[in-house]
C-alpha cells in the first residue's frame, strides 16, 4: 500500500477513487471545506486520522479505520459501503453510518443521531453510543458488551443477537423480528411492541406497558421490576423472577411469575393464562 502520512486534505474529493493507500496522521479539515474525501475507493487504511468533513467515505469498500476521530462536522461518514473495520475511534457526526455490508465495530463511542440505518451484517463489540433511531432496519446484527442511550432503537431490525449489553431506551424493538437478547439489560417504555419472534433470556427488563402487540415472545428466567400493563395482546411463553406490577390481557400462552400486583382482564379474546405458585389465573376464574 502507498503511504500518506501527515497530511492535510481539504478540497473537494481530495482523494477520489484511491485505490490501496494507508493514511497516518492525517487531517479532513481546512478551508475549501470540500466534500467526500475518500468517495469511490477501495482498500483504504485510517489510522490516527482526524475527520472534520462531510461524506468522507461513500461507495468504497474494505476499509480499515484506527485510533481515529470523526466529529459533528463528519456527517453522513460512510454510506453504501462495504467490508469496513472500525477500531478504537470515535464516531460524532450525524447519520454516522448508513447501507453498508458486513461492519465490524470495536472499542468506539459513537454519538450520532439515526446512526446504522439499513445495515445488513454487523458486528458490534466493546462500545458506547447514544442515538435516536439507532441501527432502523438493518439485519443480521451481533452485539456483545455495548452501552446504549437513546430513543427508539433497534425498529424492524431482523436476524438479531445481542449479549451482555445495557440498553436505556425508549420504545426498543418495535416490529423487529427474530432476536436474541441474553445476560442483558433493558430499560425503558414501550419495550418491543409489534415484534415477532422475540426471546430474552436471563435479562433484566423494566419500565413501563413492555411487550404488547407481540407475537412469539420467549422470555427465559428474566427479572422484570417497576413494569406494568404488561403483555397487552401479546401471544407469550414467559417464565418470571420477580414480581411484576400488572399483566394487561395477554392474549395467549403462559406466563410463570412468582408475584403479581394486578392481573387486568377484560377482553374476551385474551386466553393467556398466568401461572402464580400454585395457582392459574384467566380470563374468567382463578384455577387451582
Same mark, same amino acid.
Given at each position: 500500500?502507498?503511504?500518506?502520512? #501527515?497530511?492535510?486534505?481539504?478540497? #473537494?474529493?481530495?482523494?477520489?477513487?484511491?485505490?490501496?493507500?494507508?493514511? #497516518?496522521?492525517?487531517?479532513? *479539515?481546512?478551508?475549501?471545506?470540500? =466534500?467526500?474525501?475518500?468517495? =469511490?475507493?477501495?482498500?483504504?487504511?485510517?489510522?490516527?486520522?482526524?475527520?472534520?468533513?462531510?461524506?468522507?467515505?461513500?461507495?468504497? /469498500?474494505?476499509?480499515?479505520?484506527?485510533?481515529?476521530?470523526?466529529? +459533528?462536522?463528519?456527517?453522513?461518514?460512510?454510506?453504501?459501503?462495504?467490508?469496513?473495520?472500525?477500531? /478504537?475511534?470515535?464516531? &460524532?457526526?450525524?447519520?454516522?453510518?448508513? *447501507?453498508?455490508?458486513? !461492519?465490524?465495530?470495536?472499542?468506539?463511542?459513537?454519538?450520532?443521531? =439515526?446512526?446504522?440505518?439499513? !445495515? $445488513?451484517?454487523?458486528?458490534?463489540?466493546? @462500545?458506547?453510543?447514544?442515538? %435516536?433511531?439507532?441501527?432502523?432496519?438493518? %439485519?443480521?446484527?451481533?452485539?456483545?458488551?455495548?452501552?446504549?442511550?437513546?430513543?427508539?432503537?433497534? +425498529?424492524?431490525?431482523?436476524?438479531?443477537?445481542?449479549?451482555?449489553?445495557?440498553?436505556?431506551?425508549?420504545?426498543?424493538?418495535?416490529?423487529?423480528? /427474530?432476536?436474541?437478547?441474553? /445476560?442483558? !439489560?433493558?430499560?425503558?417504555?414501550?419495550?418491543?411492541? &409489534?415484534?415477532?419472534?422475540?426471546?430474552?433470556?436471563?435479562?433484566?427488563?423494566?419500565?413501563? +406497558?413492555?411487550?404488547?402487540?407481540?407475537?412469539?415472545?420467549?422470555?427465559?428466567?428474566?427479572?422484570? @421490576? $417497576?413494569?406494568?400493563?404488561?403483555?397487552?395482546?401479546?401471544?407469550? *411463553?414467559?417464565?418470571?423472577?420477580?414480581?411484576?406490577?400488572?399483566?394487561?390481557?395477554?392474549? #395467549?400462552?403462559?406466563? &410463570? !411469575?412468582? =408475584?403479581?400486583? %394486578?392481573?387486568?382482564?377484560?377482553? %374476551?379474546?385474551?386466553?393467556?393464562?398466568?401461572?402464580?405458585?400454585?395457582?392459574?389465573?384467566?380470563?374468567?376464574?382463578?384455577?387451582?
Amino acid at each position: 500500500m502507498d503511504i500518506i502520512k #501527515e497530511r492535510t486534505f481539504d478540497e #473537494e474529493r481530495a482523494l477520489y477513487a484511491s485505490n490501496g493507500i494507508k493514511l #497516518e496522521n492525517c487531517r479532513f *479539515e481546512g478551508p475549501a471545506d470540500g =466534500e467526500s474525501a475518500l468517495k =469511490e475507493s477501495k482498500n483504504i487504511s485510517a489510522e490516527n486520522c482526524f475527520f472534520d468533513l462531510r461524506y468522507p467515505l461513500w461507495h468504497d /469498500n474494505k476499509l480499515i479505520i484506527k485510533n481515529s476521530e470523526m466529529t +459533528q462536522n463528519c456527517r453522513a461518514a460512510m454510506w453504501y459501503s462495504e467490508d469496513i473495520t472500525i477500531e /478504537n475511534s470515535t464516531l &460524532y457526526g450525524i447519520k454516522a453510518l448508513r *447501507e453498508c455490508r458486513n !461492519v465490524v465495530i470495536d472499542g468506539c463511542d459513537i454519538i450520532s443521531s =439515526e446512526f446504522g440505518w439499513s !445495515v $445488513n451484517g454487523i458486528t458490534m463489540n466493546n @462500545t458506547r453510543a447514544e442515538s %435516536e433511531y439507532f441501527m432502523m432496519r438493518s %439485519e443480521n446484527i451481533n452485539f456483545k458488551n455495548v452501552n446504549f442511550k437513546g430513543k427508539y432503537s433497534f +425498529q424492524y431490525i431482523s436476524d438479531a443477537v445481542f449479549e451482555n449489553c445495557v440498553f436505556d431506551t425508549k420504545d426498543a424493538f418495535w416490529h423487529g423480528k /427474530n432476536i436474541v437478547v441474553r /445476560n442483558s !439489560v433493558i430499560k425503558g417504555e414501550y419495550l418491543a411492541w &409489534y415484534s415477532e419472534g422475540l426471546t430474552l433470556i436471563n435479562c433484566k427488563i423494566s419500565g413501563t +406497558q413492555p411487550f404488547c402487540y407481540c407475537t412469539d415472545l420467549k422470555l427465559i428466567d428474566c427479572e422484570m @421490576t $417497576n413494569t406494568d400493563l404488561a403483555f397487552e395482546k401479546s401471544s407469550v *411463553e414467559a417464565t418470571i423472577t420477580t414480581k411484576i406490577d400488572s399483566i394487561k390481557n395477554p392474549l #395467549e400462552g403462559h406466563i &410463570y !411469575v412468582p =408475584e403479581f400486583g %394486578e392481573l387486568i382482564m377484560d377482553d %374476551e379474546n385474551a386466553r393467556g393464562r398466568v401461572i402464580s405458585g400454585r395457582k392459574v389465573y384467566c380470563g374468567c376464574r382463578t384455577c387451582a
